[in-house]
């Protein structure tokens, strides 16, 4: 029984429309490789392909578009160094809004000039995201920003879940797909609609086995905090929120399993991912491939594997595509 806080579908087609305009409807390709292999038909949604380089775009120009217009004199705000930050910039100019990212000192040049680039003002507090995240309640406070969540907020989880519509338009017959889980707003949204269209399909959730903060939560029935480590997936780090309101129970209610993948798994998807696919991925967007290549997963029926962004730094891409992995990496 879904709680009645669950996003459902109308909120997603509807987030479809919003979005249309301003955001990539990426290619669904079959992968000759991993259907030799599997004896299924498996296909990749190149969501690493999105403008800013990941999915996240979605689901913060459907938050942003749901601000009332009066809203985006005052700008949104968000603490994050990675794919939030940089979708959020993309999104708030592009419909004519201010976004305001807090990052802590130690955040390298490069990732803040990234985010500079896409229009952003970016404010640099403290030396710790935790530090930086109280930056960001004082500007809420005191200026009346809007904080624009990465993961646990019902719009974001609306724009995230318009990827399995077009899962489902590519492929109707899909039986599973493979999707990313970190704060669980890519999993609640794909899953959300596609289990409204197709009860029967499966939805298997991956992360890294370095602090998997949603699997060990819905062990433990309750958000539990993790320990962080380096991963290569390093988009998958980081808690639910201990007062998680959303994404939480929709990942318990929905997803069929959560798989876990070791660091030379992923090493290994992002090698299949460059040599194979021709795809440059970042290591959360390599996790499904590394999953199946593991044989981690029993697939059954047409597959649908997202690749959920390609983020990463160039110089680490090509020591791992010349068989180093996270460890070996200088
Ligand atoms: C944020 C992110 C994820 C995980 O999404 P959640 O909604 O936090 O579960 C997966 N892959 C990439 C590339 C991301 O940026």
Redesign the pocket.
């Known amino acids: 029984m879904l709680a009645r806080r669950h996003v459902g579908l109308d909120a997603i087609r509807a987030a479809a429309e919003r979005i249309q305009p301003h955001v990539l409807r990426t290619p669904m390709v079959q992968s000759a490789s991993l259907t030799e292999r599997t004896g299924v038909p498996v296909h990749l949604k190149l969501e690493s392909h999105q403008r800013t380089g990941?999915?996240?775009l979605r689901g913060a120009t459907n938050a942003m578009l749901m601000l009332p217009a009066d809203q985006h004199a005052h700008g949104v705000v968000a603490a994050s160094t990675?794919?939030?930050g940089r979708a959020l910039a993309y999104a708030a100019r592009s419909v004519g809004a201010k976004a305001t990212i807090c990052m802590s000192a130690l955040v390298p040049d490069n990732k803040v000039a990234e985010v500079r680039r896409l229009g952003a003002d970016v404010r640099i507090v403290g030396r710790s995201q935790d530090e930086a995240q109280v930056e960001v309640d004082r500007l809420v406070a005191e200026e009346g920003m809007i904080m624009v969540p990465?993961?646990d907020h019902a719009d974001v989880i609306a724009g995230?879940g318009t990827i399995g519509l077009e899962m489902i338009d590519d492929l109707p017959e899909v039986e599973t797909v493979l999707v990313?889980?970190?704060?669980?707003?890519?999993?609640?949204g794909i899953a959300a609609a596609i289990k409204a269209l197709i009860p029967a399909a499966r939805i298997i959730g991956l992360t890294m086995d370095r602090g998997a903060a949603?699997k060990r939560s819905i062990e433990a029935g309750r958000p539990v905090p993790v320990d962080e480590y380096p991963s290569l997936a390093d988009?998958?780090g980081g808690g639910i929120g201990l007062d998680n309101r959303l994404?939480f129970s929709m990942c318990a209610a929905l997803l069929d399993d959560i798989v876990l993948v070791t660091e030379h798994e992923i090493a290994e998807g992002i090698r299949h991912g460059y040599r194979e696919e021709r795809e440059v991925l970042?290591g959360?967007?390599a996790i499904g491939i590394a999953a199946i290549l593991a044989g981690k997963v029993a697939l059954a029926g047409p597959t649908v594997v997202l690749l959920?962004?390609r983020?990463i730094d160039m110089i680490r891409h090509r020591h791992i595509i010349n068989g180093w992995d996270v460890e070996d990496a200088p």
């Open positions: 990941a999915f996240k990675g794919n939030h990465p993961f995230q990313q889980v970190s704060g669980g707003g890519l999993a609640s949603m988009s998958l994404t970042e959360a967007g959920s962004g983020n």
